[in-house]
Nanobody, 120 residues
Framework: QVQLVESGGGLVQPGGSLRLSCAASGSIFRVNFMGWYRQGPGKQRELVARIPSGGTTNYADSVKGRFTLSRDNAKNTVYLQMNSLKPEDTAVYYC??????????????WGQGTQVTVSS
């Protein structure tokens, strides 16, 4: 089995910063992609940022220049540093990982979600 454990999130004022973390653990052979999606009130889930095991990070246009996704391959962990937060960044943020397990079966995994609220 594979698990994703998220941490971070909370309430922050506009212009503030938060950092989210997501660690993958369990029967992992290889972590292919890791990243974050979000779902705001009344909106569909959307990609925030995603990073492959070796390659270029993809960011949503709405977060470019403000959010930074980094990855620690040794720990199977990704970190989303969110700066200059705006009220429209308010959403439930979900960690996502595409993982090949020790049985060589690959699939997507999701975290339980963490709330980020940007409000004064």
């Amino acid at each position: 089995q594979v698990q994703l454990v998220e941490s971070g999130g909370g309430l922050v004022q506009p212009g503030g910063s938060l950092r989210l973390s997501c660690a993958a653990s369990g029967s992992i052979f290889r972590v292919n992609f890791m990243g974050w999606y979000r779902q705001g009130p009344g909106k569909q889930r959307e990609l925030v940022a995603r990073i492959p095991s070796g390659g270029t990070t993809n960011y949503a246009d709405s977060v470019k220049g403000r959010f930074t996704l980094s990855r620690d391959n040794a720990k199977n962990t990704v970190y989303l540093q969110m700066n200059s937060l705006k009220p429209e960044d308010t959403a439930v943020y979900y960690c996502n990982a595409h993982i090949t397990d020790t049985a060589r079966f690959a699939r997507d995994y999701w975290g339980q979600g963490t709330q980020v609220t940007v409000s004064s």
